[in-house]
């Protein structure tokens, strides 16, 4: 089975990486690779963002800068872009000139492509509710991660979005990641070594274009998780232990080089899909903490930590769409309450001030009261940490969503309790798991 990727193994063995399509090749305080696969030129999108487009982009534009080059002398890199759909190996040369502290001004002219002229069509903000063309949007539904994995057919694919759709819902969220060091079901990128590839097949993202369609068809929104804490379909141990070789799951938060990694990963998904409207969202990672499925850490990561990473992430992915919504996806751990585990910023994770970043558009909170040992009152339990986070959406006036919620026994007492609680707080949705 033919698969269309982008790969970089064979520049790896020259010592330095072209820049893949869509990763980010240059800006202010930036130290990475600034040379772009064949077929892509780096494009300015702001003083702090630089980014390897298509060659073809339609719409230009010029930008004056002070650069800083040495003017004698330049080094030659031969940069290879393999496309195994068609299994064949295109070589270009480009000249990249090396740094000294000459200073010349140089204006330079580059090609972009245009972003929508508004967010028409777009789920959108207003203070604690979601609007859709200036009217609420209710945001009810179901988790759903496994859309791209299990359904055999397209007609189970269809089956499971038009049985999601006729119980009243309107968002699905679910999974925008599988991480494989060897080929396993559907999956988005492979790794050998430090090297990954995406997969572009019909095993991977063309799968996934699938779950898109079938989603705008019944009428459902989707709101896309990028990566995972833990270890189930890869998640940030992977690109943890493939460049770094390390079990520290905590280096993903802020190792220079998974970041990258992880950005570049990013770029391919919110730009395949971002004249796309049935994306409701992008979610920075499922339930991020400082510890992953091992628990292994550098011992380093607070709540700093993850606050910072946050911030970076998610203006990372507003430079690439600033129509679509961006949450963080994780469970709402660290705000003021009863001073309970999951109330406790030990975990890394401190809701409010999360939550308060500009680049963060809605919150997200689940509620496990047996995982998380609150099993004396889970009723009662629960019902404060919806009420707490709802306190959260009021001061912040962003909307906060229970996102995830599950429960180990009374299944229909507990979850209808707790979601009479989210209306009558007025907290802004739910999504079952």
Known sequence: MFKKAITIAALAKLGFAAVPMWG??????????????????????????????????????????????KTSTTTTRTSTTTTTSSRSTTTTTTTKPTSSTTKTSTTTTTTTTSTPSNCSGYVRTSGQKFTLNGSTFSMVGSNAYWLAQFPATQADLDQAFADIAATGATTVRTWGFNEVTSASGTYYQIWNGATPTINYGSDGLAKFDAVVASAKAHGLKLIIALTNNWGDYGGMDVYVK????????????????????????????????????????????????CRGSTGITSGNCTTATITQWVKDISAYIKSLDSCRLVSIGDEGFGLPGDGTYPYTYAEGVDFPTNLAISTIDFGTAHLYPYAWGQTADPVGWGNAWITNHYTVQQQLNKPVILEEYGTDSNRTATIGAWLNTVVSSGMAGDLIW
């Open 24 to 69: 980010q090749c240059g800006g202010l305080s930036y130290t990475g690779e600034t040379t772009c696969v064949a077929g892509a030129t780096c494009v300015y999108q702001n003083d702090w963002y630089w980014q390897c487009l298509a060659s073809s982009s339609t719409t230009t534009t010029s930008k004056t800068s002070t650069t800083t080059s």
């Open 242 to 289: 493939q460049i770094l070789n390390s079990s520290n799951h905590d280096l993903f938060y802020t190792d220079a080089s998974v970041i990258q990694a992880f950005k570049n990963y990013i770029a391919v998904w919110v730009n395949r899909y971002k004249n796309e409207p049935t994306i409701l969202g992008w979610e920075l990672a499922n339930e991020p903490r």
